[in-house]
């Protein structure tokens, strides 16, 4: 299959203001994005997408008649559209409202206003999304790698799936808790845990100091995705667990594949 460039993607651009709307349609252009099709409600944002598609869709958090979230969960809970990445652009700053988009696999997260920059990673970070690059490893054949992943959001995990399925993945087993994988790992072997930070009955600090400290499963490589900041208290420490590598929400195919390589080899 050809790969997308920015300048191939059909975007759909949900908007209510038309001052705003103008400035991120320049913006895009800017960028090389030829087709953009805009909305500015949910209820013409999700007639537009179920009747011409998207291979992008570009969002504020507010509509008159809804939010972006009831439009991603929207995109996420049909299969003919899940695999469309959503972009969210927003002066909301408050973690308790970004959290649910990150926890349900949004794939940038853009502020008002936001730097040609920022823009231009976001629409790469979805680009990437798209095209399917299979990464290539000196000593495993990325097909065979068998990974667990850990997470209690279903539309986390299905992103997450999504993203490292482009890259050739294919033996993904998915654990809605720690302890849920925990029984995974007593029965199985794994290459590669892929675990959130935040989840219930056992979280993934947990879930990595039992692998680490158990001598059978000392070897697995852990990435730990999380929405928490960087500096938190919790994310101070948890490098004692022995997690190799650590990855914020949004999950960013780029940082993946590069933490990917590292951990099992180029």
């Known amino acids: ?17 038309d001052t705003q709307r103008k400035i991120i349609t320049n913006l895009l252009l800017n960028e090389d994005v030829k087709e953009i099709d805009t909305a500015s409600t949910l209820a013409e944002a999700q007639s537009a997408i179920t009747s011409h598609g998207a291979d992008l869709i570009v969002s504020a958090m507010y509509f008159e008649d809804g939010t972006a979230i009831e439009l991603l969960k929207f995109i996420k809970e049909q299969s003919q559209l899940a695999s469309i990445p959503f972009m969210l652009v927003s002066s909301e700053n408050r973690m308790s409202k970004l959290e649910e988009f990150k ?10 206003p936001f730097e040609p920059l920022h823009l231009n990673r976001a629409l790469n970070a979805s680009v990437d999304l798209i095209n399917h690059d299979e ?9 065979e790698v068998r990974v667990l992943l850990v997470d209690d959001s279903r539309l986390a995990r299905n992103h997450i799936r999504r993203v490292l399925e482009s890259m050739g993945l294919q033996k993904i087993t998915e654990a809605e808790n720690g302890a849920m994988a925990l029984t995974y790992i007593k029965d199985a072997p794994y290459d590669l845990v892929v675990t959130d930070y935040n989840m219930p009955e056992m979280d993934g600090r947990e879930l990595s100091e039992f692998i680490r400290f158990n001598p059978d ?3 697995i490589p852990i990435i730990m995705v999380t929405s928490e900041s960087a500096d938190s208290v919790h ?5 004692q667990t022995g997690v190799n590598a650590l990855c914020d929400k949004p999950f960013e195919p780029t940082e993946v594949r590069a933490m990917l390589a590292a951990l099992l080899g180029e």
Do not use: C, R, W, Y
């Not at 994310?235 to 490098?239: G, K, R, S, V």
């Open 1 to 17: 299959m050809e790969k997308l460039s920015i300048s191939d993607l059909h975007i759909v651009l949900v908007e209510p203001s």
């Open 103 to 112: 926890q349900a696999g949004v794939a940038a997260i853009l502020p008002k």
């Open 235 to 239: 994310m101070a420490n948890i490098q």
């Open 135 to 143: 990464l290539e490893l000196e000593l495993f054949d990325v097909n």
């Open 217 to 219: 499963t000392a070897h």
